[in-house]
């Protein structure tokens, strides 16, 4: 039973549909608890759809990586790519006591990352971004 | 995404079954806007078979809860798992949506 896997995708939306069908793989074949596997999608969704949108000019094409590891009772997820640089961990929270008429559209993302994941950081490798994300399985 | 779309008594009743994230959030998204407005003012989306939701679909949700409320309808959401409502919590939407257990309860609100 594998306890890691790599999985490269371009930097197109259709990628994260295999990361996704990635991620429920590897949580079967772990046995990882549904609400882990749950968290590691949202958390994909969300670090790749940035790496995405955010991190490659028009017409310019990309490779995001995305890794997979249990090391006892933590996951480890990793998402590295080659786009420009940006620290999602600079965004600052989102007023969430916002009413319906002001609450604005996004901004929810990093969020969801740093409140469902145990451990997050960002480091620069070579070109390379690379965020990194603890997942516990005893905190769920 | 798959979009289940029925009608009991006049209220429009969505059922998204699939992952309610950057890929699927927008057919859902797109498919409620016209719905709205279209004329729906009553619908029940129900999220049964929804298991984890990231900002994509929240952001979905929160362009229907404020058209809804731009046109003086109502919208409700039924259906949520355990892990469902705890993301809805987090991202504090909860307080921005009528949430009922069932889809009967939902109904029950929407009309």
Known sequence: MSDFVELRVANDLAGLAQVAERVEFFGAAQRLPAEVVNAVNVVLDEAVSNAINHGYDAGVRGEIAVRLRRAGDRVLVEVEDDGRPFDPLQVPPPDLTLPLEQRPIGGLGIHLIRNLMDEVSYVRVGGRKLLKMVKRLAST | MELIESSTDGVTIMEPR?????????????????LIRSGCRQMVIDLKHIQYISSAGFRALLIARKQSADTQGKLVLCGLSAEVRRLFEMSAFTEMFTICGTREEGLAKAK
């Open chain 2, 18 to 34: 699939g992952r309610m994230d950057t890929v699927g959030a927008k057919p859902f998204g797109d498919r409620v806007v016209e």
